[in-house]
C-alpha cells in the first residue's frame, strides 16, 4: 500500500469507530409513533445496520412526519432486532425476503425491496429510504410530493443533476453515444435505451436507489416488469447484475406522471466534495461514509433533535 492508502484505511477506520460511538445514542430517544395516513416509510436492513437505520428512520420520521414502517428482512435480524425494531419503530410490519416473488424481475440484488414497494403503492404512498442516511432540516418537498401524489428520487450526483429528466433516447446519446463506456450494468442499460420501444417518450433519470418515493398508482409492478424484460432480452445475465434494480427503481420513477428531482443543494449523495452549509438530507455512499466526520456530526445533531 501507498502512504496515501495507508492514510486513508486509518481514516476510513477511525470514522467509522467515531460512528459507532455516535451512533449509540439513537437507543435513548424516544418510539415514532406511526400514522396510519397513507404513507409507508421502507427499508430493508439486517442486523448490521440496525442502529444506523434507526437514526435514519427516525430523523425521517421527525422532519416530515408522516407515515408507517414496513420493513424487508434481509435475513439477519434477530429475535431481539425485531423486539428492538418493535419498541423503537411502532410494531412495523417486517416481510422476510425470501418470501417476496420477484418475477419476472430479477432475484437479488435489492429487487425483493422494490418489488415490495411497488406491490405495496396501490394504496399507499411509499418511500424508500437507506440505512445510511441522515434527515438533517425540514423536508417540505418531500411533503408536497405526498400532497400532490408525484414520485420523486435523489440525483446521484451534482453532474447527474444538471440533466434530470430526459427520454431513453436522449440518456444513450448523452452519456453512451458509442455504446458503453463501462462494465457495470448501469452504462449497458443506459447504452441500451435508444433500442426500446418508445424510446423518444419514454423517460429515464439517473437517481439514486436510496431516497426514492412512489406515489400511489394502479400500475402496481407493471412498469417495472415491462422494462426488466425488455433489459432482459437485450442484456442477458448483465441485467441480473448490482445495480440493476437501481436503474428500474430510476425507470419507474421518471415514467409516473409528473416526477420531481429533489433540489440537489438540500438533497445530496456524500461524496468527496464539500458538503452544502444547511442540507436537509444526506446519503452517506459507502466509499465515502466516513471522510471528514460528517456522518458522525450529523447522527449526533440528529439524535440531540429527537431528544429536545
Known amino acids: 500500500m501507498t502512504l496515501m492508502e495507508i492514510i486513508t484505511a ?3 477506520k477511525a470514522g467509522a469507530w467515531a460512528h459507532d460511538r455516535a451512533v449509540q445514542g439513537i437507543l435513548d430517544t424516544p418510539p415514532i409513533v406511526a400514522q396510519d395516513d ?25 422532519h416530515l412526519p408522516r407515515g408507517k414502517i414496513v420493513l424487508l428482512d434481509d435475513g439477519t435480524l434477530t ?3 425485531k423486539q428492538l425494531l418493535a419498541r423503537h419503530c411502532d410494531n412495523p410490519e417486517i416481510i422476510g425476503k425470501q418470501h417476496v416473488d420477484t418475477s419476472p424481475c430479477p432475484r ?32 417540505p418537498e418531500i411533503a408536497a410530493a405526498i400532497t400532490a401524489n408525484r414520485s420523486f428520487t435523489l440525483a446521484g450526483g451534482l453532474d447527474e443533476a444538471q440533466h434530470g429528466f430526459k427520454s431513453a433516447s436522449e440518456i444513450s446519446r448523452i452519456f453512451h453515444a458509442n455504446g458503453p463506456t ?13 433500442t426500446l420501444p418508445e424510446a423518444d417518450s419514454r423517460r429515464y433519470i439517473r437517481g439514486c436507489a436510496g431516497f426514492a418515493g412512489f406515489a400511489k398508482s394502479a400500475e402496481g409492478r407493471a412498469t417495472v416488469s415491462r422494462f426488466s424484460d425488455e ?13 440493476s434494480e437501481q436503474v428500474a427503481s430510476n425507470w419507474v420513477v421518471a415514467n409516473d406522471p409528473d416526477p420531481i428531482q429533489l433540489p ?31 456522518y458522525s456530526r450529523t447522527t449526533r445533531e440528529a439524535i440531540a433533535a429527537l431528544k429536545a
Request: with cysteine; aromatic share 12%.
Open 264 to 294: 440537489y443543494d438540500r438533497y445530496i449523495n456524500h461524496w468527496d466534495e464539500p458538503m452544502p452549509k444547511s442540507p436537509a438530507f444526506v446519503h452517506y455512499i459507502g466509499t465515502y461514509r466516513y471522510r471528514w466526520g460528517n
Open 38 to 62: 397513507g404513507v409507508i416509510l421502507f427499508s430493508m436492513i439486517g442486523t448490521a445496520v440496525l442502529l444506523p437505520y434507526l437514526v435514519a428512520v427516525k430523523s425521517l420520521h421527525h
Open 10 to 12: 486509518i481514516g476510513r
Open 182 to 194: 463501462t462494465d457495470h450494468v448501469q452504462a449497458h442499460a443506459e447504452a441500451a435505451m435508444k
Open 79 to 81: 429475535v431481539g432486532d
Open 231 to 243: 433489459m432482459d432480452e437485450r442484456l442477458g445475465d448483465i441485467w441480473r447484475q448490482w445495480g
Open 108 to 139: 437479488d440484488n435489492c429487487w425483493e425491496r422494490l418489488i415490495s414497494i411497488l406491490d405495496r403503492r396501490h394504496d399507499h404512498y411509499v418511500i424508500q429510504l437507506d440505512s445510511d442516511t441522515v434527515t438533517t432540516g425540514p423536508v
